[in-house]
């Protein structure tokens, strides 16, 4: 069965860097068509994709946040790693990680928990 | 601001049909990419509802329904229940903009 769980700060000051990581288990990264993706929910807003990877290392940035996202990923670890840089108090949201495979386009087809993270001096 | 337009309410009496309709263009879905569904509860992470257009994933009740045509996609629920009170939303492609998720409907049940 597949889970997957976002940790990291849950409190950033305004110019820090976010690190979170999502760490996964039930499927690996190596599988050919699988990825892990990043998406964040503000408060009482829409879900937004920032970013996802590929089996083969490929990454899709969210265009807007191209310049401050970086996404990596551990094998061994089974974990996703996604850093935000200059964070601002309207990047406070829900951050989740996704398994996606494809169908047509990428979806995201398990979620986790979702973690709340807060831009604040 | 989302590329993929979605009303932001729908409403209907229990039992009733309602759908919610996903307008694109022709850089995402009018391109051909597939469209999914995810349905969100309050307090809760977004759940797969249809992938691939109008796959229900194992789990789903047959009282969702997905569809495209052209450069739109549709979620329908049909014998709604108090239980799909909920936000959903659409995602897929985007040529220019990568992956995209649309603005979100929140359904009441009245």
């Known amino acids: 069965q597949i889970t997957l769980k976002e940790s990291g700060p849950t409190l950033v000051k305004p110019t820090q860097t976010l690190t979170l990581t999502c760490t996964f288990s039930g499927f690996s990264l190596d599988t050919t068509g699988v990825g892990v993706g990043w998406i964040r929910q503000p408060p009482g807003k829409a879900l937004e994709w920032l970013a996802l990877i590929y089996w083969d290392d490929d990454k899709r940035y969210s265009p807007s946040l191209k310049s401050r996202l970086t996404i990596t990923k551990d094998t061994s670890k089974n974990q996703v790693v996604l850093t935000m840089t200059n964070m601002d108090p309207v990047d406070t949201a829900t951050y989740y990680c996704?398994?996606?495979?494809?169908?047509?386009?990428?979806?995201?087809?398990?979620w986790g928990q979702g973690t709340l993270v807060t831009v604040s001096s | 601001q989302s590329v993929l337009t979605q009303p932001p309410s729908v409403s209907g009496a229990p039992g009733q049909r309602v759908t919610i309709s996903c307008t694109g263009s022709?850089?995402?879905?009018?391109?051909?990419?597939?469209v999914h569904w995810y349905q969100q509860l309050p307090g809760t992470a977004p759940k797969l509802l249809i992938y691939g257009n109008s796959n229900r994933p194992s789990g789903v009740p047959d009282r969702f329904s997905g569809s495209k045509s052209g450069t739109s996609a549709s979620l329908a629920i049909t014998g709604l229940q108090a239980e799909d009170e909920a936000d959903y939303y659409c995602q897929s492609y985007d040529s220019s903009l990568n992956y995209v998720f649309g603005t979100g409907t929140k359904v009441t049940v009245l």
């Open positions: 996704a398994h996606a495979r494809y169908s047509g386009s990428y979806y995201a087809d398990y």
């Open positions: 022709s850089s995402n879905i009018g391109a051909r990419y597939d």
